[in-house]
């Protein structure tokens, strides 16, 4: 007798779904990012730290933030930004201690400061620090003296710059802009999935340089965010 063959039916080949890409991070800070700054070097701004010169003007932007005693109880700030050419208004600037500079190849910085130690520069020069420097260098246009921080506060709290004329200065002087090849970042994050809620969270952290100088943090939970304080009074 005759014989039907066997009935098949046709089935869909197995399709494995494309893993999703990692996102573009900000390699200071871990988050993301619209613009791939992965080769880019940033840059590193000294900030004047005393009263008297306070406020300061776009340090909000920094994504790291490095804070040491330069003499007695003052402190003197140095800025990381990975987007300087979208920098507002940053100052004042202020003078190089030798110990930044190993901050600042930690991150194959571009250093940006306003005349600095003898110490400093000694250091600059053996170690080919690439620096913009707003008293001992001739960059037009690069840096500029805020009249009212000059009347107000002084002449020497009243350097300032901005995020074009960064970019100009950096393009003037040459200085590289990629990071040197094979470079190991001093930062590492984990994702964000990975990171575990204490039970008791710090809500206020005091840091003490000296007697006279202790800043403090607040944790703002709507925001997320800690919220810093320097000085008495203020």
Not at 22 to 50: H, Q, W
Not at 90 to 115: K, M, T
């Amino acid at each position: 007798p005759e014989t039907m063959p066997p009935e098949t039916t046709e089935t869909e080949p197995e399709t494995t779904a494309e893993p999703e890409p990692d996102p573009i991070v900000n390699p200071l800070t871990g988050e993301k990012s619209d613009i791939d700054f992965e080769s880019r070097r940033p840059v590193a701004i000294m900030i004047n730290n005393i009263k008297e010169a306070t406020p300061q003007e776009g340090i909000s932007y920094a994504d790291v933030m490095y804070e040491c005693i330069v003499e007695g109880s003052y402190t003197r700030l140095m800025m990381l930004v990975m987007d300087y050419e979208n920098l507002p208004v940053v100052g004042s600037v202020r003078s190089s201690r030798e110990y930044y500079l190993d901050f600042a190849a930690n991150h194959d910085a571009i250093y940006i400061h306003a005349g600095g130690s003898d110490q400093a520069y000694t250091e600059m020069a053996q170690r080919k620090v690439d620096h913009l420097d707003g008293v001992n260098m001739y960059i037009p246009g690069m840096f500029y003296r805020d009249s009212w921080r000059q009347q107000n506060m002084g002449f020497e709290h009243s350097l300032m710059t901005d995020g074009k004329k960064i970019a100009a200065g950096i393009e003037y002087v040459k200085c590289r802009t990629e990071l040197v090849d094979n470079f190991d970042s001093p930062l590492d994050f984990v994702k964000p999935e990975a990171v575990i809620t204490p039970k008791n969270p710090g809500t206020y952290l005091q840091v003490t340089y000296h007697a006279g100088h202790k800043p403090y943090f607040k944790y703002n939970a709507d925001e997320g965010v800690y919220y810093r304080w320097q000085f008495k009074g203020d």
